[in-house]
């Protein structure tokens, strides 16, 4: 709106349309120039309303100043600051609308253009025909001087073309790359927010999985602790009256118990900086013997039988591979039933390690969906190995997996 009431006011100023409109038709002044104004001031009228309007409606407003520059062509009137209303509306085209429809527009302003100015052999005017003819001013006369005027009005029209096909290609030029810059921003816009929004999907990822090997970790040091725990309270009040001697130690374990299992879950809390002791080594396969001890003590039977040429497993391995023996014997010592007895075996081939512990135990099985199961299954399957779980077949329960070992043996 402010557009286009700052260009109909500079139209007034610059071009003063009534001192103008009126002395282009070759009569006096007074002779019909009340009603040429009115007509004049109507189409530029409709030329502003189509700039005010020109974001709502880009090609109707296009074909409303085009009307009015028509109308003031008509008048013989000579084009004004307020018909550039034309070349506005083609550049809010080029910048709205496809290549193939603005372009058509073009061709459309150019065609009419052409049509006018060389079919209807009337150029189309300027500022400057305002002066070429007026009251008092001779005709031509005679075949010479007649030659001559239509020479000179055939360089007008060409020259009125030339100039005016400039600046409607310059405007649809101008709106045209306007448009593609924008539709290139838009696109590293979009692309800025994929890559963000994936960013985020990474890291959502990463605190998810985070999360969930902090909840392993967790689940394996607290159940084995516990478990022993509980074996060796229930084990020290059985021998609370008649043997207070192994009362004392079953206590003396849990308090011993207790502690590694503290030690083992600041160890895992390290890894979230919730502690300062993440210098502590995790535990792994050299500390398996002091792991078997420990379920001995608290009344399980456990061997040890190790097959193949043992090698240095990567840390991320190494710990699984504790682990999952860790868990497994949990499970032989809460589900396998008193008297049960369980086997460890290790094997180690070329390119992988295979870890089976199973038990003789006629208990509960344990629970296949459980937590400590499911957290070995999961560590199995992100180091690309393979797991099974079920009961044995001669009785008891087995844990099967099998790691591929990554890297040269060391």
Known sequence: MLQAAVLLAICVLVNDPNAIVGNTAGTPVAAGQDG?????WT?????AVGVALRRRRPLPMLAACVLSAGVHVAQAAPLMII?????????????RYAWVISLSALTCLMLLAAGWSLYGERPIPGPSDVLSTGPGLSTPSGP??????????????WSGLSVLGSALVASWAIGSGARSRRAYLDELHAHAQDLERERDQQAALAVAAERARISRELHDVVAHGLS???????????????????????????????RDSLADMRRVLAAVGEVDDAWHPQPGLTHLPALLAQVNKAGTPV??????SPVTLPATMDLS??????????????????????SVVLTYHDAEIGIEISDNGHGK??????????????????????????????????????????????
């Open 43 to 47: 189409a530029a009228a409709l030329a």
């Open 321 to 342: 591979v504790y682990r999952i023996v860790q868990e497994a014997l949990t499970n032989t010592m809460k589900h396998a039933g008193t008297g049960a007895a369980a």
């Open 365 to 410: 099985a344990a629970n296949v969906s459980g937590n400590g199961l499911r957290g070995m299954r999961e560590r199995v399957k992100l180091l690309g190995g393979t797991f099974a779980a079920g009961p044995g077949p001669q009785g008891g329960f087995a844990v099967r997996a099998a790691l591929p070992i990554q890297g040269d043996a060391a």
């Open 36 to 40: 040429q104004l009115a007509l004049w």
């Open 228 to 258: 022993l725990m509980v074996i060796q309270a229930q084990g020290g009040a059985a021998a609370l009256d008649n043997h207070p001697a192994d009362t004392r130690t079953a206590l003396e374990t849990i308090v011993a118990t207790g």
């Open 83 to 95: 018909d550039l209303s034309v070349l506005v509306l083609l550049y809010t085209v080029a910048t």
């Open 144 to 157: 010479k001087e007649v030659m001559k005027v239509h020479r000179q009005a055939s360089a007008d029209t």
């Open 303 to 308: 061997r040890l039988r190790v097959e193949g």
